[in-house]
């Protein structure tokens, strides 16, 4: 089951999202996984009003990220690597670049929704099974002053 984190993001800040993904039993035996070889992870944004995907995050580019959109869509590699994160570091570092709420950005004519969904998927490539880790909300602040 996906843990639950809702962020606040000012517009024209980076936003970073770090995580440790663990597996255990239980919470206090689960220890963290070492993601460096045979995983990938994805992240989508979605408006919450119409549900429309507005920006996608992977560990690996890939060519066609809407399977529903015909042709390729633009997607980000997910800025970090994935990594061991055995010593407590977090394992999965994604960083939502601020040009996404600045002018021509794919958030700032939607900006007067407010808060946008989002949920990261995790991808054994080995097995091809994957689970949805994280879910929630992006609630985004307008600025004032925007600096590109």
Same mark, same amino acid.
């Given at each position: 089951?996906? $843990?639950?984190?809702?962020? !606040?993001? *000012?517009? @024209?800040? %980076?936003? #970073? ?58 997607? $980000?590699?997910?800025?970090? !690597?994935? *990594?061991? @994160?055995? %010593?407590? #570091? ?59």
């Amino acid at each position: 089951m996906a $843990s639950l984190s809702n962020f !606040t993001w *000012s517009q @024209g800040d %980076d936003l #970073t999202i770090d995580l440790i993904y663990k597996e255990g039993a239980t919470a206090d035996t689960a220890s963290a996984v070492d993601l460096t070889t045979g995983y990938s992870v994805r992240m989508d944004i979605v408006s919450h009003v119409d549900k429309v995907r507005l920006y996608t995050f992977n560990s690996d580019d890939i060519a066609d990220v809407d399977p529903i959109a015909t042709g390729d869509q633009p997607d $980000s590699v997910i800025e970090g !690597t994935l *990594s061991a @994160g055995l %010593d407590g #570091t977090p394992n999965i570092s994604i960083t939502v670049p601020r040009s996404l709420t600045l002018p021509g950005g794919p958030l700032f004519s939607r900006l007067s929704e407010g808060t946008f969904n989002y949920d990261v998927f995790l991808r054994n490539t080995s097995t091809n099974k994957q689970a949805k880790i994280l879910k929630g909300t992006i609630a985004v602040e307008e600025s004032y002053t925007l600096w590109e």
